[in-house]
């Protein structure tokens, strides 16, 4: 497999592909609205996996209801995600004026590979998205967003963009679904900017809340996004991982 392709196991569904930092390990993500697999046919996924050359295999982020046939199927925890909500009925939440540089559009189709630059300097590898997941990102929900920061003293040689953020509305509930922004901007209310721009727009659209998640230990994000008014729920997201076959 050489891109992420549709491996249908029996009744069940997967979306799976080659991971953007290792080809050698496959990603394993459930297509959306679909039940939690049957054991037996993730046991079928991974031995697809097997024949396809992987030597292992790592989940999209899951919710812990959709875990259980993970786990029954030898998945192990590999990281876990917490997710934090913001309520609606509230969306004007404290931030720091942009410089005057700086301003907030609609990206242009030409602006999603300097996103992928921003996005590659903002986390870490594993965590870091490629042109295929960010394309999966926007196709997440029924409707979405793509908005970019752009500065004006960026040097002609480079890139205006220095933030981005992907935000969808699904069954009457929004998702900012990614935020990145340079970190050499760090502090400048870029990022502030680009929330408070998406929870704004998931209020227009009648959402009742604005759902978010973060690394546990992105400690700059989770301050982030407090400072703004989400609120940490009770429920995280895990992402598993386990040898193939």
């Given at each position: 497999?050489?891109?992420?392709?549709?491996?249908?196991?029996?009744?069940?569904?997967?979306?799976?592909?080659?991971?953007?930092?290792?080809?050698?390990?496959?990603?394993?993500?459930?297509?959306?609205?679909?039940?939690?697999?049957?054991?037996?046919?993730?046991?079928?996924?991974?031995?697809?996996?097997?024949?396809?050359g992987?030597?292992?295999?790592?989940?999209?982020?899951?919710h812990?209801?959709?875990?259980?046939?993970?786990?029954?199927?030898?998945?192990?925890?590999?990281d876990?995600?917490?997710?934090?909500?913001?309520?609606?009925?509230?969306?004007?939440?404290?931030?720091?004026?942009?410089?005057?540089?700086?301003?907030?559009?609609?990206?242009?189709?030409?602006d999603?590979?300097?996103?992928?630059?921003?996005?590659?300097?903002?986390?870490?590898?594993?965590?870091?998205?490629?042109?295929?997941?960010m394309?999966?990102?926007?196709?997440?929900?029924?409707t979405?967003?793509?908005r970019?920061?752009?500065?004006?003293?960026?040097?002609?040689?480079?890139?205006?963009?220095?933030?981005?953020?992907?935000?969808?509305?699904?069954?009457?509930?929004?998702?900012?679904?990614?935020?990145?922004?340079?970190?050499?901007?760090?502090?400048?209310?870029?990022?502030?900017?680009?929330?408070?721009?998406?929870?704004?727009?998931?209020?227009?659209?009648?959402?009742?809340?604005?759902?978010?998640n973060?690394?546990?230990e992105?400690?700059?994000?989770?301050?982030?996004?407090?400072?703004?008014?989400?609120?940490?729920?009770?429920?995280?997201?895990?992402?598993?991982?386990?040898?193939?076959?």
């Amino acid at each position: 497999m050489t891109s992420r392709q549709l491996l249908s196991v029996g009744d069940d569904r997967f979306r799976v592909g080659p991971w953007h930092a290792d080809e050698r390990i496959a990603y394993l993500a459930l297509q959306p609205l679909i039940a939690r697999p049957s054991v037996d046919g993730l046991r079928g996924c991974l031995r697809r996996l097997a024949d396809a050359g992987y030597s292992s295999v790592i989940t999209s982020a899951l919710h812990p209801s959709e875990a259980s046939s993970f786990n029954e199927a030898g998945f192990a925890e590999y990281d876990r995600l917490r997710v934090l909500s913001h309520d609606l009925r509230n969306v004007d939440p404290p931030h720091q004026p942009l410089a005057a540089s700086v301003r907030l559009r609609r990206a242009r189709r030409r602006d999603k590979a300097a996103a992928l630059v921003v996005d590659a300097r903002a986390f870490p590898t594993f965590w870091r998205l490629d042109r295929t997941a960010m394309v999966e990102a926007e196709q997440a929900t029924p409707t979405s967003r793509f908005r970019v920061a752009v500065s004006s003293e960026v040097d002609r040689s480079g890139s205006p963009v220095v933030g981005y953020a992907i935000t969808g509305r699904g069954s009457g509930q929004g998702f900012l679904q990614r935020l990145a922004t340079d970190p050499d901007l760090a502090g400048s209310g870029v990022g502030s900017a680009l929330v408070l721009d998406a929870l704004q727009w998931a209020s227009r659209r009648r959402c009742q809340s604005l759902l978010v998640n973060t690394q546990r230990e992105n400690h700059r994000a989770l301050a982030l996004y407090e400072h703004l008014g989400f609120v940490a729920t009770t429920t995280d997201l895990v992402v598993l991982s386990r040898a193939v076959p």
